[in-house]
């Protein structure tokens, strides 16, 4: 086989380029439309991410040219809100945002800080899928990498959580960063991938606290690697000077630190306020739960498995990781489990907790793209078709291999073209008008005002925005003052029936938020608040947008993870009947 002459090589890394440049165009764009799906305005001041808003609050506290750096809010590392924050002064001295943004008040500034922080955190997800092919190039070199690049891209969980507040993309943004210099610490042992190593993992750690575990993929990497032999020396008979300990895991693990503390200095600066959050996060709300949201929802491993990564990353490609994985540990056992160091310590942490959300695997997709690209690459390396003169055997064989890449590729293709029409569908429906708003909208037009409507609680993410006040309990004295202004008298009745046969509201009106784990749980005491509601009253109208693609339809198939329901909700709106 003929070397490639200078010429055909840069012509050959070009056409990589231009492909890399086309895998990633549709990416991004699916990262950057939507960004504006929810977010406050007059009508409600609280975006329809339940999670956005204390993220944004820590940022509002942090002023970094003051050296005020205390979020008061450790439950998630401080580096995002740090983050949020410098882009958001930023914002205020071009302009962008009024000099008083800190002041929480104005709605216009609101809706900007939240463009900004959700822009920052799809620079965040479009800088992993970057890295994904990095970590995928350093893993096998081949064409393949694309493929790892476009698998992440078109990941339906990080694409659409990329456009959220929150500190699960930005996190494994560092986390794919750390993996990808691991990797390259791996063959070199040079200096520089350990530094690189140790700020990611310490700026992994001080995003979202068990991102930290990644430092385990260096030190994986530092004791698989095959250090280079010492010199020999050049006469016979002169001694070889003794070996001294190297500096660079020591280094590895002071960087980490230095980088915890300079993304997350309240761990030094306020530590009883960091204990506080910290240690609720690690005792309680893991051993709690979240609600009625994971209750009987069987093995935590199982149901990030059978649940939140099928949904995340569509059947066939989750498959294809597990077999990405099997191939790796067979045909390159180093590398693979140098990934695998992060990989399985952090979903195995993940599944022992009672709190599931779905966005706790997007730390996972990065490496699992790799593996899944490095398996297909293996199978399509073995899978060459044999010549005449070769034997029956061997044709089995290469049959078989051939077979294998077959089905390997098959799940990639079929799986990559569903994820991609997924993620558009939800970027569409990102895009559209809100089901809240459109509910808002029509009760607005077409019920008679003085009415009253009832609720199962104060407004939050999930309510029709009537009053602006909508941060659930955490704005309840706000709402209780202003719940009339908007035309209509809203009632809070719970899900009690004897609380709702008493206030008999002219209206009800309730989301599958509500009541979608107490149907699904069967509770007694809800089961005859439904009975009652749907005996009372009538359903007079349903708003809810389904994502869809042309034929497509990827509308819910029983009650979706509690996270991925965000952005398209049902809501019911009862009109009542009995006047007894």
């Not at 940022?59 to 958001?88: E, M, Q």
């Not at 990065?366 to 044999?386: C, E, K, R, V, Y």
């Not at 309840?476 to 899900?495: A, C, I, M, Q, W």
Request: hydrophobic share 45%.
């Amino acid at each position: 086989m003929t070397k490639p002459t200078p010429n055909e090589a840069d012509s050959t890394r070009a056409r990589r380029r231009l492909v890399l440049l086309a895998v990633s165009l549709l990416p991004v764009m699916a990262r950057l439309i939507g960004l504006d799906w929810g977010i406050p305005d007059a009508s409600h001041l609280h975006s329809y991410h339940p999670d956005e808003f204390p993220v944004l609050w820590a940022a509002r506290n942090v002023d970094i040219a003051s050296l005020s750096l205390n979020p008061h809010f450790y439950n998630y590392g401080s580096l995002y809100p740090f983050s949020i924050s410098l882009f958001a002064s930023a914002a205020a001295a071009v302009g962008l945002l009024s000099p008083d943004w800190r002041a929480f008040t104005s709605p216009a500034d609101l809706a900007t800080l939240h463009l900004l922080a959700r822009f920052l955190t799809a620079l965040f997800g479009i800088g992993t899928v970057f890295l994904t092919y990095r970590l995928a190039q350093a893993s096998y070199a081949s064409p393949y990498p694309l493929v790892a690049a476009g698998l992440v891209g078109f990941y339906p969980l990080h694409a659409i959580h990329s456009h959220y507040a929150t500190v699960d993309v930005p996190a494994a943004f560092w986390i794919t960063l750390a993996l990808w210099q691991s990797l390259i610490l791996y063959r070199t042992r040079r200096l520089p991938a350990y530094i690189w190593c140790g700020v990611a993992a310490g700026l992994a750690a001080a995003t979202k606290y068990n991102a930290g575990l990644v430092l385990l993929a260096p030190l994986a990497a530092h004791f698989l690697s095959r250090p280079v032999p010492p010199p020999k020396p050049p006469h016979k008979g002169k001694s070889i000077p003794p070996k001294h300990p190297s500096p660079t895991l020591p280094l590895l693990l002071l960087l980490t630190g230095v980088a915890f503390l300079a993304g997350c200095p309240g761990a030094v600066l306020a530590p009883s306020e960091f204990w506080r959050d910290v240690s609720y996060e690690l005792f309680e709300h893991s051993r709690m739960g979240h609600g009625l949201v994971f209750e009987r929802t069987g093995n935590g491993w199982i149901y990030h498995l059978a649940v939140n990564l099928r949904v995340g990353m569509t059947l066939p490609l989750m498959l294809a990781s597990l077999a990405g994985i099997g191939i790796c540990l067979k045909k390159a056992p180093r590398t693979a489990w140098i990934l695998l160091s992060f990989v399985l310590p952090y979903f195995l942490s993940a599944g022992m907790s009672h709190v599931r959300f779905m966005r706790y695997m997007i730390p996972l997709l990065s490496p699992l793209a790799a593996l899944t690209a490095d398996g297909l690459a293996f199978l399509a390396a073995q899978a060459g078709i044999p010549g005449r003169a070769q034997k029956f055997g061997l044709w089995v064989r290469q049959g078989r291999r051939a077979a294998a890449a077959g089905l390997m590729l098959l799940l990639c293709a079929g799986g990559g073209a569903f994820a991609a029409f997924e993620t558009a569908a939800f970027t569409a429906l990102l895009a559209g008008q809100d089901a809240r708003d459109e509910a808002a909208g029509w009760i607005r037009e077409n019920l008679p005002k003085g009415r009253s409507i009832g609720m199962t609680t104060e407004p939050w993410f999930y309510s029709p925005p009537l009053n602006p006040w909508n941060g659930g309990a955490k704005t309840r004295p706000l709402f209780e003052r202003t719940k009339n202004d908007s035309g209509y008298r809203l009632t809070v009745t719970g899900t009690d029936a004897e609380r709702l046969r008493a206030a008999k509201p002219d209206y009800f009106v309730i989301s599958d938020f509500e009541y979608g784990d107490p149907l699904r749980l069967h509770l007694p005491g809800f089961e005859a608040f439904w009975k009652a509601l749907n005996h009372d009253y009538r359903e007079i109208r349903r708003f809810e947008k389904t994502p869809r693609l042309g034929p497509l339809d990827f509308g819910k198939k029983g009650l979706p993870p509690h996270d991925w329901l965000y952005p398209y909700p049902a809501l019911r709106l009862y009109e009542r009947v009995s006047k007894g």
